[in-house]
């Protein structure tokens, strides 16, 4: 019976499923939206797996780099901890709406021991409308030929967000990688002045509906002169272009972005947490 309660893995005919409940929650699912419909639920072309106790309508969750739970009630959250503690931990952060992710991690904390910090509130922006302040025309799309100019700032903007330097481990060849996709794919974009970065934000996942920006960062040199806003609000403009709306999610004590994002017309449409993990 207790056999029956738990967590199963979801696979390809579960696919309709579960792409029915990620368009109910568009902005907060986003994330794994994107994954899902370019990739389908093969956890090898995912690199990750979809986790469901019952069906995907009543609970479901993604495993990944990120553990993310997007459906469910107190027994599926601990059914989806009791999963993810029988293996070794892959995942480097718990995230997601903020009434799912603290309360899962309640019941890993005891298995994974003190997270390295948790952002227990990260306000979550869309912005569907045309942004409030005029967007920056000289921050554009980044050349695949300017990845060194770029790296720099994405570098930066890593470790004041993130606390720690993507470069450890491996000199930072992955994370040139990562940003070498990015830019590859019209999902990294900037302002440059005389070579520098002086402003940078990616389009970090983009579902059929909607696309979220990340990495947002302003020399800090140059804050306070506006340029995160009106950056902010040229990505925005690009996303909605295609036809999604822009989303964002921000730490609370984060106050200048906070109004910067308000000066834009970003909104709040639900509340995000995020655990950080050594």
């Not at 794994?32 to 370019?38: D, F, H, L, N, W």
């Not at 005389?194 to 696309?211: H, L, N, P, Q, T």
Request: aromatic letters at 6%; a positive charge; glycine letters at 10%.
């Amino acid at each position: 019976m207790l056999k029956l309660l738990g967590a199963r893995q979801l696979g390809g005919r579960d696919i309709s499923q579960v792409l029915r409940v990620l368009e109910t929650d568009p902005v907060a699912a986003c994330m794994v939206a994107a994954r899902v419909q370019q990739s389908g639920l093969d956890p090898r072309v995912l690199q990750g797996e979809m986790w469901s106790r019952g069906g995907p309508a009543e609970s479901l969750c993604f495993a990944g780099a990120n553990l993310i739970p997007l459906l469910g009630g107190t027994d599926d959250l601990r059914a989806f901890a009791d999963r993810a503690s029988r293996f070794p931990r892959m995942c480097s952060s718990l995230v997601g709406r903020a009434e799912l992710t603290l309360p899962l991690w309640d019941v890993l904390e005891s298995e994974w021991g003190s997270p390295r910090e948790i952002r227990s509130e990260q306000p979550l922006l869309a912005l569907d409308a045309r942004p409030r302040v005029r967007p920056d025309p000289h921050v554009r799309q980044v050349r695949m030929g300017e990845i060194d100019a770029y790296l720099p700032a994405a570098i930066a903007m890593f470790i004041e967000e993130v606390g720690v330097d993507p470069r450890a481990g491996d000199g930072g060849h992955s994370y040139r990688r990562r940003v070498a996709n990015l830019i590859s794919s019209g999902r990294a974009w900037a302002r440059f002045e005389d070579g520098r970065v002086v402003y940078k934000a990616e389009v970090g996942s983009m579902s059929a509906a909607v696309g979220q920006i990340q990495g947002v960062w302003v020399d800090p040199a140059r804050r306070g002169e506006g340029l995160g806003a009106a950056g902010t609000a040229a990505v925005a403009q690009a996303v909605m272009a295609r036809g999604r709306v822009a989303s964002l999610y921000v730490n609370s004590y984060n106050e200048r972005a906070r109004r910067a994002y308000a000066r834009v017309g970003f909104t709040q449409v639900a509340t995000f947490a995020t655990v950080l993990l050594d």
